[in-house]
T-cell receptor
Framework: GESVGLHLPTLSVQEGDNSIINCAYS??????FIWYKQESGKGPQFIID?????DKRQGQRVTVLLNKTVKHLSLQIAATQPGDSAVYFC?????????????FGQGTILTVHP | DGGITQSPKYLFRKEGQNVTLSCEQN?????MYWYRQDPGQGLRLIYY???????QKGDIAEGYSVSREKKESFPLTVTSAQKNPTAFYLC????????????FGPGTRLTVT
């Protein structure tokens, strides 16, 4: 899972396994959360989002779970593929403005072995 | 072909020089953002703009300046006052009111020696 420290958490899985990436967010008033995927040397790409009034949302091969009680977010990737290898960031937004400021977590490095 | 472009991809400068990073978007987004990313770190917000001719400081604005004269463009100047300018700089734009997703450009890697 993500941490505030300088060394990114890492997760290594075999191709075909399911992956779970965790994130602890900081603001209990945050009302929107996004998972981004960042490949080396590129900008982050949107994966999936979830609003605080939901506890689960599913996309293609990905599921995001939100536990507001413990301020925890997770990203589940089914049947992980080598192309999923990247750094994954969670981001939270506290609303109140039309264009929320994203606060990013430190990221988790996912490595998928063929 | 819609998206966000940043140029150049790699930029080298000598210490003491100001340098301007380009960011252009044709997504018709009102909001634009600049982030800095250091190795092994998440993204930190430098400046953001919700509308033309208006912008606000983010969490680490010292040593940086921006302008927003056109909706499509949000250039970032890294001044000589920025103590540690070497980093990966990412520009993003935000969708319409009520949608918080941000779309990122490919980034500019700035190296100052």
């Amino acid at each position: 899972g993500e941490s505030v420290g300088l060394h990114l958490p890492t997760l290594s899985v075999q191709e075909g396994d399911n992956s779970i990436i965790n994130c602890a967010y900081s603001n209990s008033a945050s009302d929107y959360f996004i998972w981004y995927k960042q490949e080396s040397g590129k900008g982050p790409q949107f994966i999936i989002d979830i609003r605080s009034n939901m506890d689960k949302r599913q996309g293609q091969r990905v599921t995001v779970l939100l536990n507001k009680t413990v301020k925890h977010l997770s990203l589940q990737i089914a049947a992980t593929q080598p192309g999923d290898s990247a750094v994954y960031f969670c981001a939270e937004i506290y609303g109140g403005t039309s264009y929320g400021k994203l606060t990013f977590g430190q990221g988790t490095i996912l490595t998928v072995h063929p | 072909d819609g998206g966000i472009t940043q140029s150049p991809k790699y930029l080298f400068r000598k210490e003491g020089q100001n340098v301007t990073l380009s960011c252009e978007q044709n997504l018709n987004h009102d909001a634009m953002y600049w982030y800095r990313q250091d190795p092994g770190q998440g993204l930190r917000l430098i400046y953001y703009s919700q509308i033309v001719n208006d912008f606000q400081k983010g969490d680490i604005a010292e040593g940086y300046s921006v302008s927003r004269e056109k909706k499509e463009s949000f250039p970032l100047t890294v001044t000589s006052a920025q103590k540690n300018p070497t980093a990966f700089y990412l520009c993003a734009s935000g969708a319409r009111r009520g949608s918080y997703e941000q779309y990122f450009g490919p980034g500019t890697r700035l190296t100052v020696t």
